[in-house]
């Protein structure tokens, strides 16, 4: 969403930050006015300003010139791609582990460090960007569609094909077009949130390892959960779920995760009134904050993504929208990635559909439409955080043989070679 567009949210916080500015100014302004008995107070301020206006206004000029280049940098940079979807979908019988999708995550790490004119002069302000989605509605189910830059279609058909040799890609149209485009209106309405971690993104999420039956010992697919609530929709439903990822640089997020780490082993000693002369042993730590160390070292051995979780959920007013099943339901299935002792995806309040006090229906209307379009541009809106390829796999995975919900599209044929020993006639 350009700067240049209006923003009804934050022209009410506007609204009200400058009646506050402005009451205090005046209040201090008429006190000091009369207070002082000489009004010459006013021709000392304008001189003030006139000596030293080349030191006050180069601090705003900057600001407004930073904000709008860099906007518009951004727009070059993503706004003049292609971008082609691809759908994928996965053989009816997978027998493989999540870590062949993060296999497939860690294959797309393809960082590159821009020089300066390219960051600077707009030629390339950043990464490439990825979308992965899942998109669920009663009428064709749940879908694994990735939007990519056509320059990255190979790269990405080779990454999912190497873990996962049968199944299909496909590339496909926008699906958008098949819903209204200025949603909500009269007869559409949406809720719609982006998710951040709770606390430091150096913290990682619960692992796809750590989903397993504690008697059985089997793995336990967390995305059984999302498939059923998908099942449950009408036709005039939708949940769409979005990651964004672009590759991360390894200094820019290895240093927060150290820094954490010793901060842990700091405050232990602090409170034990212990020492580092014989060394640090992470078992020395209560065993939440074991959890944490070690899970945290885990992701150091891992490549991260910048990322940004988007959740939608709309349908028809009326019987077509129900948010006990679109919203709980799939906000219950997200809840499965958290974990107390380490990292939550939580509703950012920033992003999240809903308005109190006063101008509600246009702040309303405005948030519900701007994170509907953001999601059809993937536009960050300025909100991202880290997250590693093992984190991102736990999320957005293919479902395995095991979840056998009806909203699943499956391919049913195995495909396979021919024979080396078939026969064929030479043409003379």
């Not at 709980?328 to 002792?341: R, S």
């Amino acid at each position: 969403m350009g700067i240049f567009n209006r923003n009804p949210d934050k022209e009410y916080n506007y609204f009200l930050f400058f009646l506050i500015a402005i009451g205090v100014v005046l209040a201090t302004a008429v006190y000091i006015f009369f207070a002082s008995g000489d009004y010459v107070i006013l021709k000392d301020a304008w001189i003030v300003f006139i000596n030293l206006w080349w030191a006050i206004l180069p601090v705003p000029i900057w600001l407004m010139y930073d904000r709008v280049w860099a906007e518009y940098r951004g727009n070059m940079t993503y706004g003049g791609k292609e971008y082609i979807y691809l759908q994928v979908i996965p053989p009816n019988d997978i027998e493989k582990s999540t870590k062949s999708m993060e296999s497939v995550f860690t294959s797309m790490h393809t960082w590159s460090k821009p020089n300066f004119f390219e960051t600077y002069c707009g030629w390339r302000v950043g990464q490439d960007k990825y979308s992965f989605e899942i998109i669920g509605d009663g009428e064709n189910g749940a879908r694994f569609i990735i939007k990519v830059p056509t320059i990255a279609q190979n790269l990405t058909e080779s990454a999912i094909y190497a873990q996962y040799p049968e199944a299909e890609i496909r590339v496909i149209e926008d699906y958008a077009k098949d819903f209204p485009i200025d949603i909500p209106n009269k007869e559409w309405d949406l809720w719609g949130t982006v998710l951040i971690p709770l606390k430091e993104d150096c913290i990682p999420l619960r692992s796809y390892r750590d989903f397993k039956d504690d008697i059985t010992g089997e793995a336990i697919d967390p995305m059984a959960s999302l498939m059923e609530v998908i099942s449950k929709l009408g036709k005039k439903e939708a949940i769409w779920i979005q990651i964004i990822i672009s590759p991360q640089n390894e200094p820019e997020w290895v240093g927060p995760a150290n820094k954490k780490i010793k901060e842990i082993m700091e405050e232990f000693i602090e409170e034990s009134g212990g020492d580092l002369e014989g060394g640090f042993n992470v078992n020395m730590l209560p065993p939440g904050e074991q959890d944490v160390v070690k899970a945290i070292k885990n992701s150091l051995a891992r490549v991260a993504f910048e990322s940004t979780i988007r959740f939608i959920y709309f349908g028809e007013k009326g019987q077509g929208f129900n948010k006990v099943t679109g919203v709980a339901g799939a906000m219950g299935a997200i809840k499965q990635f958290n974990d107390n002792n380490l990292n939550s995806l939580v509703p950012d309040n920033r992003t999240k559909t809903f308005a109190n006090y006063h101008f509600q229906a246009p702040r309303l209307q405005y948030r519900q439409r701007k994170i509907f379009n953001d999601f059809k541009s993937i536009d960050r809106a300025g909100i991202a955080h880290h997250l590693t390829a093992e984190e991102l796999a736990t999320i957005y995975h293919f479902p395995g043989m095991n979840v056998k919900s009806s909203a699943l599209n499956r391919i049913e044929a195995k495909k396979s070679g021919a024979p080396n020993n078939l026969p064929f006639e030479e043409n003379e």
